[in-house]
């Protein structure tokens, strides 16, 4: 989902992004005001409750994760709520847990219909003129009551037990215990596929907007997380010996950076492992070769190279290593090793290319 987004800010070390269904529902919120007789500031204004709705809830789901030692690297904001990235594999493990999914699930539900709740009781201090129980309980024309329902709407929505909603998150990680995390997957994202062709069909009836805006929202997402979880029961069989570079080139420590320029000529490779006699010590890219040579000129590997860096074994998954490398901060290259020998080499345009075989061979599997 990421491609279909673009950056709002950093707030706290945290990357935000809005998905671009969002414009799509800014649009429609426009174009039903006008079709309502309100005005499009009216449809704009319908449309900021809703992302302020969201908003709220991925605060509070933040501060959560905050809580409970989960470090964020960013947040997606979706209509239906947002998606979470952690900064370090272990955050995505613990946040992988069913215990810490339903933890995290019940948050998101309890603010917004809580939030709603209390804009509920203000609206009727303020002005008890205002009838929250007349429909439409969200129209353009109505904004104070529609700021209650939005919220609370959003909460309930979001215990069903559809993927990727709150209640499907619970659902797939209780599901997960005694079928496995492949078939609590799956079975998560065909029920959240069958829950949104029921809120369209439902929108269709009433007839409302926002549910059937909803359910194919749903459908996108489920059928996404769906196709994702049939590439991963492929990638889950696959080691790193079956992906790993074996045909590499090494620079030494002890090299100057004229020479490992030199030898770089005749690689493709980006990175390299350094090392010292048979030990490995570091890692050094091409780009920091360069521009080591242009600021100070010649020096030595050892001079430039990092070394913080993760190490993986032949036998690891490569789900694992591909975790590893999204993880860390700037990874650029994983060694695998064998005991203390460097077998292979793993870098994010290798992960990268394998996945995209990966994918091709499913693809090919579903044709036979």
């Not at 529902?25 to 992302?51: K, N, P, Q």
């Not at 591909?322 to 077998?343: C, F, S, Y």
Request: proline share 4%; glycine share 10%; no cysteine.
């Amino acid at each position: 989902m990421r491609g279909w987004s673009f950056p709002i800010g950093r707030f706290l070390g945290v990357d935000v992004r809005i998905h671009t269904f969002f414009l799509l529902l800014l649009g429609l919120s426009i174009s039903y005001a006008s079709v309502s007789g309100a005005t499009g500031g009216r449809g704009f204004g319908l449309w900021l409750l809703l992302l302020l709705a969201v908003a709220v809830r991925e605060v509070a789901r933040a501060i959560g994760a905050v809580w409970y030692g989960l470090e964020l690297r960013s947040i997606l904001l979706l209509p239906t709520g947002g998606l979470m990235s952690y900064a370090t594999t272990e955050a995505s493990e613990r946040a992988a847990t069913p215990e810490m999914q339903k933890r995290m699930a019940v948050i998101g539900p309890i603010v917004n219909i809580g939030f709603g709740l209390v804009l509920a009781a203000m609206v009727l201090t303020v002005a008890p003129e205002v009838s929250l129980f007349e429909r439409p309980w969200m129209a353009p024309s109505h904004l104070l009551r529609a700021a209650v329902w939005v919220n609370i709407l959003l909460g309930v929505v979001n215990l069903l037990p559809a993927s990727p909603l709150d209640g499907g998150r619970v659902f797939r990680g209780e599901f997960a215990k005694t079928k496995g995390g492949i078939k609590g997957s799956r079975a998560a994202a065909g029920l959240g596929q069958f829950i949104a062709i029921a809120l369209i069909v439902a929108g269709l009836l009433v007839p409302n907007m926002w549910l059937v805006m909803i359910g194919a929202f749903l459908m996108i997402g489920a059928h996404m997380e769906d196709q994702g979880l049939l590439l991963q029961t492929d990638v889950d069989a696959v080691r790193m010996r079956d992906v790993m570079l074996t045909q590499f080139s090494m620079l030494s420590a002890s090299d100057t950076l004229e020479d490992a320029l030199q030898r770089s000529v005749h690689t493709l490779q980006d990175v390299f492992p350094v090392v010292r006699g048979a030990n490995l010590v570091g890692a050094v890219s091409r780009q920091s070769i360069v521009e080591a040579l242009q600021s100070d000129g010649n020096g030595y590997v050892q001079g430039v190279m990092t070394r913080s860096f993760q190490t993986a074994q032949p036998d690891d998954s490569l789900v694992k290593t591909l975790r590893r490398i999204m993880a860390g901060q700037g990874a650029q290259m994983v060694p695998v090793l064998e005991g203390d020998r460097i077998v292979g080499i793993i870098t994010p345009q290798n992960l990268a290319l394998s996945m995209g075989l990966l994918n091709q061979r499913r693809k090919l599997r579903q044709q036979e």
